[in-house]
């Protein structure tokens, strides 16, 4: 019994972590899985094995996976890797069960595994939800609900600057009392990009967020006097994501020099 998933990273538009609503976007950065099932039973040791359980537990069956995973995500950078896996594990695994769910249902498991794992603070089902369907998706984590989804329809690039340095969600346990403080301001931001000015709330996040967890703002002034529309820390980091006019692209990347990488906008 062996089954494949597919989905795909995303960038931060507007971070939920403040004040529980966020809006990100899908970028194409592929991750593809391809799980086969054993007789045996499932030991919950890691992020996909939680994943994989939301999908048993749904059809009260029990298996033993052997996983396979080939990501063009760099981890722990921001750029939504872990949605991505749970979106391609919970997949694959109803291919390989023969199954099917709604979209919103995989979304539901992602969340759930996500939460359960502690991979995530919020949920994240802003990421999950532009991670599987591309385009724009603004969400109230606290509540599960998709607020709206959009296509993306500016003609622009993302480059994203991809530093050594890895960021992980759990780290940030101990700064959440103080950045829930910005959570008013947080809250205009994402107003601003649900009203459609999400180039200017992308830039307003990233210069919230960065100094608050610790990043440089020298990234995004090097981006926006580069030519770009827009540029942000992408989730907790360490990845900075900007969104540049196709005739400026070779300028942001020089700006930022060979840290960088150039990603077509998975527009949904």
Request: charged share 25%; hydrophobic share 40%.
């Amino acid at each position: 019994m062996i089954g494949k998933g597919k989905s795909f990273g995303a960038i931060t538009i507007v971070s939920a972590i403040a004040s529980g609503k966020g809006c990100a976007l899908g970028i194409d950065l592929p991750l593809e899985v391809e799980i086969e099932l054993e007789r045996g039973e499932l030991e919950k040791k890691s992020f996909v094995d939680f994943c994989i359980q939301e999908v048993f537990s749904h059809f009260n069956v029990s298996w033993k996976p052997r996983v396979k995973i080939d990501s063009k995500i760099p981890q722990a950078r921001g750029l939504k890797s872990s949605s991505a896996v749970a979106n391609a594990v919970i997949i694959a695994a109803l291919d390989a069960l023969g199954e099917s769910v709604g979209k919103e249902e995989i979304l539901k498991m992602n969340v759930e595994a996500s939460r359960k794992a502690g991979v995530s603070i919020t949920g994240a089902l802003d990421d999950a939800s532009a991670c599987l369907w591309g385009g724009l998706t603004f969400t109230d984590n606290r509540r599960d609900v998709i607020l709206k989804r959009e296509k993306f329809e500016e003609d622009l690039k993302c480059i994203l600057y991809i530093p050594e340095k890895v960021s992980y969600t759990r780290d940030l346990l101990l700064k959440l009392e103080n950045i829930k403080k910005y959570s008013d301001v947080v809250d205009s931001i994402f107003s601003l990009a649900y009203e459609g000015r999400v180039c200017e709330a992308m830039t307003l996040n990233g210069l919230v967020y960065s100094p608050v967890l610790g990043f440089p703002v020298q990234r995004i002034v090097e981006a926006i006097g580069a030519g770009a529309r827009s540029c942000s820390l992408s989730g907790t980091g360490s990845a900075f994501a900007a969104l540049v006019p196709q005739n400026r692209v070779k300028d942001v990347v020089d700006a930022w020099g060979n840290r960088t990488m150039s990603v077509d906008i998975r527009r949904g």
